[in-house]
């Protein structure tokens, strides 16, 4: 466990911006009363774990967690993107997770001679475990399947010098992907409230999907660019643990 | 606090400034064309005969010196062997000239007024006249494209014949112009030569005509 508790630590520290501040900040909450057995344990945790281990405690109950990096793109004219989370944490650290999202995708770069637009909806199911730091930081590995049922379309244009302009517009509906996912993550309890901020990153592994020519599908909602076999993802959450 | 405020609140706004950069369409340079060698075959014919014709005046010439050098009657031949050998420098002279034209109608060398497509547009011409090899830009829309040709004031037709494919080549939709075909009313198609021998894509396609 102590091995497994500082790969994480490495990986997530370089990852998700949340650890980085985590040891600072439960040494701020040590002043307040309520947290000031966990953050003790924090400090002694660095030196001998074995002892205090028992201490930690996993809260079980169900949880929900919104996208908020998603939400913002709201006010992008790039992508549009929503994704939500319920899951269960069970007291044996193992928590059940199932993730909904719509996303509308215009990527610029798609064709440097055309517009590009996916559009759909896509789920993941799967699981997370958690290794808690303390009783306010949780580190978490996991695995997701992902399903996405999604549309494109898009155009393209060929100019030429001597005749007129060639512009064909093409696009597919009922495209359906899937794939897997692994997942790394962390999140941090905020003071004594039941909410936590979180971040987790994830590598995604395409396994069907689709596929057209000439024009292929460029990005799958909830996936990703389809040029690599496997796609790299950040998200940025905050969750309610009831 | 002060960092969480900012990972939360500012990182998916940096994030989101960053890719709302304009991106413009590039939308030239991908349309098919192939390019084309004209040649003067009539100018290459009167050349290649006039070339014979010194050819075997020289050939005579030659007779001529070997016979007044082994003359051996006394007789005084050297005004005439001096004639014949001005003659022969002359004439060969001429001859290396007129090889030199021909090695310049042969490259293709032509100054070409106008090419013009089924649209009434002219494509642009290279400005310097040592041009050998001209590209002509396809029509992306269809699998034929039509031209009208000005050479030395004369009209010339060329139709070309093609299948066209699509490709997406580092994210720029392209369309090709394979299996090349040209024909013409009024030019006499020599040859349509692939740069490369495993390409059938008129990229890579040489036309030779003669007018």
């Not at chain 2, 709302?20 to 009539?42: H, M, Q, S």
């Amino acid at each position: 466990m102590r091995l497994l508790q500082y790969i994480f630590r490495i990986l997530l520290v370089a990852i998700l911006p949340f650890n980085a501040f985590a040891q600072e900040d439960s040494t701020s909450v040590a002043d307040s009363t309520i947290n000031q057995a966990d953050t003790t344990y924090t400090a002694a945790d660095s030196t001998e774990i074995t002892s205090d281990t028992t201490r930690i405690q996993t809260r079980s109950g169900l949880f929900l967690a919104i996208d908020y990096g998603k939400l913002a793109t709201a006010v992008s004219d790039f992508e549009s993107k929503f994704e939500a989370s319920i899951g269960f944490q069970l007291s044996n650290r193992l928590a059940p997770v199932l993730e909904i999202g719509y996303a509308i995708l215009n990527p610029r770069t798609a064709f440097e001679n055309g517009t590009y637009e996916s559009a759909g909806v896509y789920g993941r199911f799967g699981i997370n475990y958690l290794i808690p730091l303390d009783n306010i930081n949780i580190y978490y590995a996991g695995l997701r399947y992902g399903l996405s049922s999604y549309e494109d379309e898009g155009n393209y244009i060929i100019e030429s010098d001597i005749f007129e302009t060639y512009s064909v517009e093409f696009g597919e509906s009922n495209q359906t992907a899937t794939w897997f996912e692994i997942v790394l993550g962390s999140e941090k309890k905020i003071r004594n409230y039941n909410i936590y901020l979180g971040g987790l990153f994830r590598l995604r592994f395409i396994n069907t999907r689709d596929k057209f020519v000439p024009i292929d599908t460029y990005s799958i909602p909830g996936y990703g660019r389809t040029l690599d076999k496997s796609v790299p993802a950040l998200n940025l959450y905050v969750k309610y643990l009831f | 606090m002060r960092k969480l405020v900012f990972v939360v609140i500012l990182f998916p706004w940096v994030y989101l400034a960053s890719s709302c950069e304009d991106v413009e369409l590039e939308t030239t340079g991908i349309d098919p064309f192939f390019r084309i060698k004209f040649i003067n075959a009539d100018s290459l014919s009167t050349l290649d005969n006039l070339i014979a014709a010194i050819e075997e005046r020289i050939e005579i010439i030659d007779d001529s010196l070997v016979f007044y050098d082994t003359l051996d009657n006394g007789t005084d031949v050297s005004n005439i062997v001096e004639r014949l050998n001005l003659e022969r420098s002359a004439i060969d002279t001429e001859r290396t000239e007129f090889n030199s034209t021909k090695a310049i109608i042969e490259s293709g060398s032509v100054v070409v007024n106008s090419i013009t497509s089924s649209t009434g547009v002219d494509a642009k011409l290279p400005g310097i006249d040592s041009t050998t090899l001209f590209s002509i830009p396809l029509n992306p829309a269809q699998d034929v494209s039509l031209f009208e040709i000005s050479l030395d004031g004369t009209l010339y037709d060329l139709e070309a014949n093609y299948t066209r494919n699509t490709v997406v080549e580092l994210r720029t939709v392209i369309v090709q112009a394979l299996d090349l075909d040209v024909t013409s009313s009024s030019f006499e198609v020599q040859s349509i030569e692939y740069e490369d021998s495993l390409s059938n894509n008129s990229l890579d396609a040489i036309v030779t005509v003669h007018f």
